[in-house]
């Protein structure tokens, strides 16, 4: 009689695949739902039950840990995950994949937190063109905004635009394959816009600032709702860039969204989010 593998093997059989991969993706809703602190239980627990599993599904777990860190605000642990994930899909033929390209950019996004344009930026442009070949136009759309980002930064303005506008661009062609999809489009518009008003604020074009800051709003509203950490702080940045127009009135206006935005946020979170396994 034929040998048949349990349902809980891995398609290597090497042991139970699924407690470890259940944490790691209510990892990724949390962090997606802006709860980073119990992402981030999620996420080093999975790493810990993915021990003893192979070492690819080691690197898919260190690939989330990375990510909830970085939203966390420490790119050094962030970069260390970053950096083990990156070797344990290299080492296993995976870096023509969307997690590699994936864990790249949040590899490259820890050097852009310090300052190191000269490594972020090749490893952004990787991860960009993976993720062409690999055909994922809505992940290829975050990696753009971040290469907008090094290019404002390094006072290209003409090349952060013509990025910002592809997004815009490639973003509306993309019919969403359900809630969460649509949402996750609605930010990476709302990204897109409030860089062009950035732009627009930094040439004085104080109509088009406006319509791009509105728009970038409405966005992250549609995407988050209003009591979500990315909209706050998408409104802080309004907020001052307002501000730096010299229009007290909607910068005002902006303050208050933000601070009931807060208020909301801080009510949701006295309850906590539901742990789930």
Do not use: C
Not at 154 to 167: K, S, Y
Not at 232 to 247: F, H, K, N, Q, S
């Amino acid at each position: 009689m034929a040998d048949h593998q349990d349902e809980d093997k891995d398609e290597n059989g090497d042991g139970d695949d699924t407690t470890w991969r259940r944490f790691a993706e209510t990892a990724e809703e949390l962090l997606a739902d802006g709860h980073l602190d119990a992402a981030l239980t999620h996420a080093a627990a999975a790493y810990g039950l993915a021990e003893d599993t192979p070492r690819t599904h080691r690197g898919d777990a260190a690939r989330v840990l990375a990510s909830v860190h970085l939203a966390l605000g420490a790119p050094r642990p962030a970069r260390r995950y970053a950096a083990e994930a990156r070797a344990s899909f290299e080492a296993a033929g995976r870096l023509e994949t969307l997690e590699a390209a994936e864990v790249t950019h949040v590899w490259a996004l820890t050097y852009l937190a310090d300052g190191d344009l000269e490594t972020a930026t090749p490893a952004l442009e990787q991860s960009a063109a993976t993720f062409e070949r690999v055909g994922s136009p809505h992940a290829l759309a975050g990696v753009l905004l971040t290469l907008a980002e090094v290019s404002l930064a390094m006072g290209e303005g003409d090349d952060a635009e013509g990025l910002l506008e592809r997004v815009v661009r490639d973003v509306q062609a993309i019919d969403p394959e359900g809630e969460a999809h649509a949402e996750h489009l609605n930010a990476l518009m709302g990204k897109a816009f409030l860089g062009l008003g950035s732009l627009a604020v930094q040439r004085g074009r104080r109509d088009e600032a406006r319509d791009r800051l509105s728009r970038a709003i409405t966005f992250f509203e549609a995407a988050h709702g209003l009591a979500h950490p990315e909209t706050i702080e998408a409104l802080d940045e309004v907020v001052a860039l307002y501000r730096r127009l010299g229009d007290e009135v909607s910068a005002a206006g902006a303050a208050e969204e933000r601070a009931i935005a807060e208020r909301e946020l801080a009510a949701r979170d006295a309850f906590g989010p539901v742990g789930r396994a």
